[in-house]
Nanobody
Framework: QLQFVESGGGLVQPGGSLRLTCAAS????????IGWFRQAPGKQREAVAC????????DYGDSVKGRFTISRDNAKNTVYLQMNSLKPEDTAMYYC??????????????WGQGTQVTVAS
């Protein structure tokens, strides 16, 4: 099944940084575009960043452009999300999935347990 284990979340002050890790153990992620998503309490899940299998330029949500960087290490079967200049509004549960489309992830149950990011003083 195309699921990952997310890690690296935590409590950080505004302006701080975190690096999230998304590790796949049961499949090779070379063949997939991989997306990072987040869901804050009471809000819909939103796409944050996408790294495409074609190795073209990554995509970012408008709210994180210039602050977040997605990268992948196919040899380690891992995708990262470097988050800098964090804001309280970045507080959410973060998930990765073997797609950059929320609807596809919903349809196929790609969601893992996620990792919580809390940005607060």
């Amino acid at each position: 099944q195309l699921q990952f284990v997310e890690s690296g979340g935590g409590l950080v002050q505004p302006g701080g940084s975190l690096r999230l890790t998304c590790a796949a153990s049961k499949f090779a992620l070379d063949y997939y575009s991989i997306g990072w998503f987040r869901q804050a309490p009471g809000k819909q899940r939103e796409a944050v960043a996408c790294t495409k299998k074609s190795d073209s330029s990554p995509d970012y949500g408008d709210s994180v452009k210039g602050r977040f960087t997605i990268s992948r290490d196919n040899a380690k079967n891992t995708v990262y999300l470097q988050m800098n200049s964090l804001k309280p509004e970045d507080t959410a549960m973060y998930y990765c999935a073997a797609t950059c489309d929320t609807n596809i992830a919903d349809a196929y149950g790609y969601w893992g347990q996620g990792t919580q990011v809390t940005v607060a003083s």
